[in-house]
């Protein structure tokens, strides 16, 4: 059960679509998700929210009986944090991940 992401918007076909002028500039964040699988409760939140489609149900349980999210797609994380905002059991976090070269 793999998530496609979602597709940038086509700039041909609005005429309010433009690329920002600065978009070479900016630097896309990356996140390191860490899961705390035991005290999810599979309500599924981080999975349907997650801008990127990095999350996925595990097939497994948990020690409550519960399915958990794994980060199929983690990649393409972008360190939103809204899965850690979004979930009831304080059961995902978001950290901001190293950058390559950096000490
Ligand atoms: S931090 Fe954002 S992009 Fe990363 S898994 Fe959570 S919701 Fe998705
Ligand atoms: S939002 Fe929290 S409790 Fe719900 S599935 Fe995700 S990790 Fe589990």
């Known amino acids: ?7 940038a918007p ?3 076909k609005s005429k309010y679509w433009r ?3 600065d978009a070479d500039k900016v630097k896309i964040p990356h996140g390191e ?15 349907e929210y997650c801008p990127r489609g990095v999350l996925e149900m ?6 409550k009986g519960y399915h958990y999210p794994i980060a ?3 990649p393409a994380c972008v360190n939103c944090r809204l899965c850690e ?7 995902i ?11």
């Open 1 to 7: 059960m793999s998530k496609d992401l979602p597709a």
């Open 10 to 12: 086509d700039s041909t």
């Open 19 to 21: 690329k920002p002028l």
């Open 33 to 47: 998700l860490h899961i705390i699988t035991d005290r999810c409760k599979g309500c599924m939140f981080c999975v």
């Open 58 to 63: 595990s097939e497994d349980f948990n020690a």
């Open 72 to 74: 199929e797609n983690d």
């Open 85 to 91: 905002m979004l979930c009831p059991e304080f059961a």
């Open 93 to 103: 976090f978001c950290l901001k991940a190293e950058e390559e070269g950096s000490s």
